[in-house]
């Protein structure tokens, strides 16, 4: 990476530490390497992204259903999945500095890092293994899930007979994977322990070209809606001898990431992976996953269109996009510049002077029931202020002498740093407008 990047990457991580979105797991007995804790501030933005996901793909639609599997499943069902014969990555190290790498992540036969001769690259298992019972032998091994989609295609039918779907429909789910990776780097890009956003759409063999594009179309709509900036997202499609042993085409999403290999990284891949999946699953269980189709009145398997994606990478994007550094009247300021559907607080109440504390705290109590809020009474106002713009809180309330005789705020906007004055009593539904529809100025 470039000094620029790599300097970039550390004012991210640390704004991260600092206002609590995310930390290193394990810091105070040294870390764990690519393991992360999501803070208060992380948690939230988080679960704000889940669930615009989850409205996005399952609420809004009358044709995907939702379902949450368990982390450790049968071991056949990696073996059905082709995972235990194919999971795995070309691993090289270098002699002189002990680094290991992955050879399809590298150019030349040298060390990317001091030039070293590599060794020849050998296979290296991805997929994390643990023993189930009382017992420790080759019997009682299962494995820590890689991917969430495979327990929806083994589920197929029974969520077929629960929810009487017709085709085509989708089976949605979040949950975490595990992945045993050779390098895990780059903050939350890429870790051993993630989670996934997933979705697989049945549907009739000779309509899943037009079902891919559907969800190209759709997944790119959806990041923008979170407030990326269009011109840091792109599609690019699979080369033949990228494609996963199961696809029969992909496209990945991806975000100008700035540490990234060509300056462009995955955030989310949109396969189609024919009739793969329970076909496979199938023959390994001698069990039907076949589907009825009333109309013809024959039974077929039916093809898959998947869109996955990580929060992790999703959330980094985010960040990434939001961050920028500016001068205001002559003053530095870093800014969080949050889409205020994700922000983790909404508004933050501000006294002017901790005199006014106790009649600030009643604004406060009075936007708790709606909204994420924050109460900060600590430093000058212009401290807090920008408190409130590294955690990318889109609207500051100022309580002020004044309010004690006009019973009127100041509401404060992160991005513009207009303001405006409005009565107490009219602040829930002024914020809820705001969140709604965004800043005045801007509509």
């Known amino acids: 990476?470039?000094?620029?990047?790599?300097?970039?990457?550390k004012k991210l991580v640390s704004l991260c530490k600092r206002r609590g979105y995310v930390f290193q797991s394990g810091e105070i007995y040294g870390g764990l390497q690519s393991s992360w804790d999501y803070g208060p501030l992380g948690v939230e933005l988080k679960k704000n992204i889940e669930a615009s996901w989850w409205n996005f793909m399952v609420s809004a639609r009358r044709n995907v259903v939702g379902m949450d599997s368990a982390i450790i499943t049968h071991p056949d069902v990696w073996k059905a999945s082709g995972h235990l014969k194919n999971f795995h990555d070309p691993m090289v190290d270098c002699l002189k500095c002990q680094g290991?790498?992955?050879?399809?992540h590298i150019e030349g036969d040298s060390c990317p890092e001091c030039g070293g001769q590599l060794t020849e690259p050998r296979d290296f298992g991805l997929m994390f293994k643990t023993q189930m019972g009382a017992l420790e032998d080759d019997s009682a091994t299962v494995f820590l899930r890689p991917e969430t989609c495979q327990s929806i295609f083994v589920n197929f039918r029974n969520i077929v007979t629960a929810t009487r779907q017709k085709l085509p429909f989708g089976i949605a789910q979040i949950g975490k994977a595990f992945r045993n990776e050779i390098t895990a780097r780059n903050f939350v890009f890429r870790s051993r322990e993630f989670e996934q956003m997933e979705m697989e759409f049945f549907c009739l063999p000779e309509e899943a070209g037009k079902w891919f594009e559907y969800w190209l179309d759709e997944r790119m709509k959806w990041y923008s809606e979170l407030g990326i900036k269009s011109v840091n997202l792109r599609t690019r499609k699979h080369e033949d001898t990228e494609l996963a042993h199961y696809a029969s085409s992909c496209f990945d999403i991806e975000y100008s990431f700035p540490f990234a290999q060509e300056g462009w990284g995955e955030l989310e891949g949109i396969a189609n992976r024919s009739d793969f999946d329970l076909k496979a699953h199938m023959e390994e269980s001698g069990q039907d996953l076949t589907y009825l189709d009333q109309i013809n009145n024959k039974k077929i398997v039916p093809w898959v269109i998947e869109t996955s994606g990580g929060i992790g990478r999703t959330l980094l994007a985010v960040l990434l996009d939001a961050y920028r550094e500016e001068e205001v009247e002559g003053r530095e300021r870093v800014v969080l510049g949050l889409h205020r559907s994700l922000a983790?607080?909404?508004?933050a109440v501000l006294p002017l002077s901790k005199k006014l504390s106790t009649s600030a705290l009643e604004i406060f109590d009075l936007l708790r029931p709606h909204f994420p809020v924050q109460f900060d009474e600590t430093g000058s106002i212009g401290k807090r202020y920008r408190r409130m713009d590294e955690a990318g809180t889109p609207f500051c309330i100022t309580f002020d002498f004044d309010s004690l005789d006009d019973k009127s705020i100041t509401i404060r906007e992160r991005d513009s740093l207009d303001q405006i004055r409005i009565?107490?009593?009219?602040?829930?539904?002024?914020?809820?407008?705001?969140?709604?529809?965004?800043?005045?100025?801007?509509?």
């Open 1 to 9: 990476m470039t000094a620029d990047v790599t300097d970039l990457m």
């Open 344 to 347: 983790p607080i909404k508004a």
């Open 423 to 443: 009565p107490v009593e009219n602040v829930v539904e002024k914020l809820a407008d705001l969140m709604d529809n965004g800043w005045p100025a801007a509509q």
């Open 100 to 104: 290991r790498f992955r050879q399809d």
